[in-house]
């Protein structure tokens, strides 16, 4: 028997017996495949970490089984994850050699389903995945709102609880407009042009990105807008020279989190004499993510991203707003942990 479908007889089996519903499902991963899978999954690992993140808010932690072995910039990791999953330290880990996810440790996991990163159909690890453990994957590329939002979905499908992850998306809106309710109406002249910065510093966010669509619902205009190239205004991630962004002339520049840079160094760096003369170096206007977990735009703190970026575009149209306070409420109603005291609620 297919190992895929061996495990899903087995899990439905269990299941069965428990009296709990199982079915096979086919969900639309982020690059457009058709996926089947069991209905709760039970034996799920995460590869990425903003997927996770989404999980957690919608599923049961105990089918999560393993997890990828990447503490990213462990040192800012807040540690929401084993406030709401017990078992988060305990967890299996898979290594990555470069590019490659080891698929000896992933077999050890025994999963019945795998979420990961690619950008597209012919990753290699989908294919090593699929076609040598038989496990099916589902691929997450978020390149928008809405796709934040599709993931909610997905996570609904895959841990079997539609009617909670109806309730995220209810939560994920209702944050949104703590800023869309101010930005929407904010005229197109009053709409600084804002340069994304990536940590390639010239590097920056097109206008068919997700980027773009946070900058857009904060007030601001993608200052990419107004490129002559049309190839590289609308790639995911362009790559500027400087003189194309002297050009350019943003308003803001926004720094995604460097750990190599502040905005301090862009502005009065010897490094950065070549930017004097743009408006947002000129007139004090550059800004950074201050922590990449807590306003990751790519998750379900898509909304606190928002109300970070706009808080900074338009300090007078926010000034009201308790952003401390904002932050604790949002995560008791999505995680049901205070924060920053990580506190269950």
Known sequence: MHKRSAITAFVCFVLAVSAVSCEEVTVRDDLGR???????SERIVFMMENALKTYYAVGDPKNIVALKDDRWMRKLLDDIFPVIDPDFEKKLTISVAGDRVDLESLARANPDLVVLWATTTEDVNIQAIEETLGVPV???????????????????????????????????????????????????SERPKVYWMWTDVLGTAGVKSGINDIIELAGGVNVMKFAENDTAMAMEHPVLNLETLIKLNPDVIYMWYNENLDPEDIMTGEDFKGWKDINAVKNGRVYEIRNPYLFDAFSPRMPLALLHIAMDLHPDRFKDVDMNKTIDDFHVEMWGVHYPSMERA
Do not use: C, W
């Not at 058709?34 to 209905?39: A, G, H, R």
């Not at 599709?150 to 539609?162: K, N, W």
């Open 34 to 40: 058709d996926v089947t899978i069991s209905s709760p």
């Open 138 to 188: 589902f691929a997450i590329f978020v390149r928008s709102v809405e796709d934040v939002l599709h993931q909610v979905d997905t996570m609904g499908a895959i841990s079997g609880r539609t009617e909670r992850a109806a309730e995220v998306k209810r939560i994920i809106h209702d944050y949104m407009n703590i800023t869309t309710g101010v930005t929407s109406s904010i005229p197109e």
